[in-house]
């Protein structure tokens, strides 16, 4: 896993954690998934989303669009909850280069 990848994964995970859908849309600026699909994604699993633990970064798949420009990876990365750990639902972003850092659209949230 390359570990510039980690920090914008962790940054969307944190803020569906913290059920901040507005924000979270306004950050991925609602290209696949606007506000209302974000929150329903999440309650319809009907379990209570947790902070993954550190050494699953190791568990996210990252794979290169090719011939994409500016780059971009296809990131997939599984959810945890508070009653089953890790769990079957995950997040699926698409990270575009951007300078140092990313911009970041969210895909998909659904059930492995």
Known sequence: ????????????ID?????KYAELASLTH???????????????????????PE???G?????????ALPRRWAVTMPLWTQEE????????????ESGTSFIVELDDIHVL
């Open 1 to 12: 896993m390359n570990d510039r990848f980690k920090e914008p994964v962790r940054q969307i």
């Open 15 to 19: 803020l569906l954690v913290a059920k």
């Open 30 to 52: 609602g290209v696949r998934l606007p506000v209302e699909e974000i929150g329903s994604a999440v309650a319809d699993y009907g379990r209570e989303l947790v902070s993954v």
């Open 55 to 57: 050494d699953a970064f």
């Open 59 to 67: 568990l996210m798949d990252v794979v290169e669009v090719k011939n």
């Open 85 to 96: 750990g890790r769990s079957d639902l995950s997040v699926e972003l698409t990270l575009i």
